[in-house]
């Protein structure tokens, strides 16, 4: 019963964010790995870190950026930034990337492998797909005082690319408060895959999710829910689909899309 109202009131939160004009200003970037702004991105993706505690000083180069050594990442990593207009200038207000495989690594291109305690039957799971066709979800910040809602528009992003390029598996070392919003957002389509590890400086949960599962997820657990909830879950969806690519919708989802009313396929 605590679990149960625990949800419901995280979705009622993430609801409200979604009407409240959280989201007004914001504009979503997907930077790739060559973009002006990725270096404002590795800037403020450094600087909430160093002020939780999680590197210290001694990882930062001369440009306030977390030196190769301390995030041997960023060469094959995919940036997506928020930006909102600060006194005219474009300002990058929260950031996450796509760890890629790189090279001839393979699975060891993702440090949440290498570090993180994952179950015996998670690793089987993961060592069974192609590395080229996974991705770890990483340096995900924001601005102290940017509404939560921008990391919304940041994972709805790197769905869609995901989607677009064909990922079958994200990994993600969630931050424990983070993994409690992902279950919400993508209720039945986050797994946990191994215990609360130390990481970077603080507690997190690994897991992961399959890109191309998370709609049928979606649907399935919008359908079956109460009907208090169901209202929730809809809107979150309406918002997940914005610019869902249409020719990934199945005619048997999109049935199931219309008899939930979602725009827009409610007619």
Known sequence: MI???????????????????????????ELGKSHGLIEHAQKLHASVYLSKGFIDPNDLDENDRLHTIADPHQSHSHYFVITLD???LETVVATARQIEAKDSKGM???PIVEKAKIFNRAVAEISSQNP???I??????????????????LYREMWYRSLRDGHTLWLMACDVKLYEKLIVLFEGAIKKIGDKTSYQGG??????????????????????????????????????????PKALI??????????????????
């Open 86 to 88: 600060v006194a005219g």
């Open 136 to 153: 770890e979800v990483s340096g995900l910040a924001k601005r102290r005082g940017v509404s939560q809602a921008a990391i919304l528009l």
């Open 3 to 29: 679990r149960r109202y625990k949800q419901l009131k995280n979705l009622y939160k993430l609801n409200d964010m979604l009407g409240n004009g959280s989201l007004a200003g914001h504009k979503t970037v």
């Open 203 to 244: 507690d997190v949960i690994p897991a992961m999710a399959r890109p191309q599962e998370i709609l049928g997820s979606l649907i399935y657990v919008t359908k079956s829910s109460r009907l208090q909830k169901r209202v929730f879950r809809k809107k979150l969806l309406e918002f997940l689909l914005v610019d869902y």
């Open 250 to 267: 199945d005619p048997l989802q999109q049935k199931e899309l219309r008899k939930l009313k979602i725009k827009p396929y409610d007619n």
């Open 108 to 110: 060891s291109s993702f």
């Open 132 to 134: 080229y066709a996974c």
